[in-house]
């Protein structure tokens, strides 16, 4: 069975306290490993995907990583507006298998 | 930039009515899909849609689910007879094609009573 796990569950950074997301996957035909960030009352906004193991991707403060079995969501530096829940979803097929997420707190 | 409107944002019925939630895709998007949130649980996969036709559907998505594009622009998901286990967030999703993300809206707050 399909399963995408996060940890931790919930974490808490000074501001520019750099820190990683973990993503661990067994996804049986992987197309793709998505990473959204979720803010309180909204829908999952799309920050990267990745193909294959070795791939990496950034966007300003957040670089992904992907490898074989595991996912990094690597923050350097975050600030308080980076405060969310960050959610890793697998897909084998149309559908998205999404991870609990990880509750990040950004405190000035 | 373009994005999934959905409507209502908060839907409240009474347990064994039926209720619609309605989804306007992004405009060149091919591929529909309804995920729903519990409180406090991930977000959980129900149906995928394409070329006017469920692709894809979870155990979730039972004889009581239904989902249609009855104009060619909105896509719908219809509960038949609501049970108080539906009491959820239910988001929209859409894609231009195979290998481009998925894009969410802000959901519909669906609370049975």
């Known amino acids: 069975e399909d399963q995408v796990t996060q940890s931790p569950e919930a974490l808490r950074l000074q501001e520019g306290e750099s820190s990683s997301l973990n993503c661990s996957y067994t996804v049986s035909g992987l197309r793709g490993l998505f990473w959204y960030r979720q803010d309180p009352g909204k829908g999952p906004e799309f920050l990267f995907t990745?193909?294959?193991a070795g791939e990496e991707k950034e966007k300003e403060r957040l670089k992904a990583t992907l490898t074989k079995k595991e996912s990094f969501l690597h923050i350097t530096a975050p600030k308080p507006e980076d405060s969310a829940t960050y959610l890793c979803a697998g897909n084998s097929g149309y559908a998205l298998n999404f991870g609990k997420g990880t509750s990040l707190l950004v405190t000035p | 930039e373009p994005e999934v409107t959905q409507t209502p944002s908060h839907q409240v019925t009474q347990m064994g009515q039926e209720v619609i939630l309605r989804c306007v895709p992004i405009s060149n998007h091919l591929y529909f899909y309804w995920y729903r949130q519990i409180l406090g649980q991930k977000v959980e996969f129900l149906v995928s849609f394409y070329n006017n036709e469920i692709s894809e559907k979870s155990e979730i998505f039972d004889d009581q689910f239904s989902v249609e594009r009855p104009d060619g622009s909105n896509f719908t998901l219809k509960i038949r007879s609501t049970k108080l286990e539906d009491s959820a967030m239910y988001f929209c999703?859409?894609?231009?094609?195979?290998?481009?993300?998925?894009?969410f809206g802000d959901g519909t707050r669906l609370s049975i009573l």
């Open positions: 999703a859409t894609r231009q094609g195979p290998n481009q993300p998925q894009h």
């Open positions: 990745l193909y294959s």
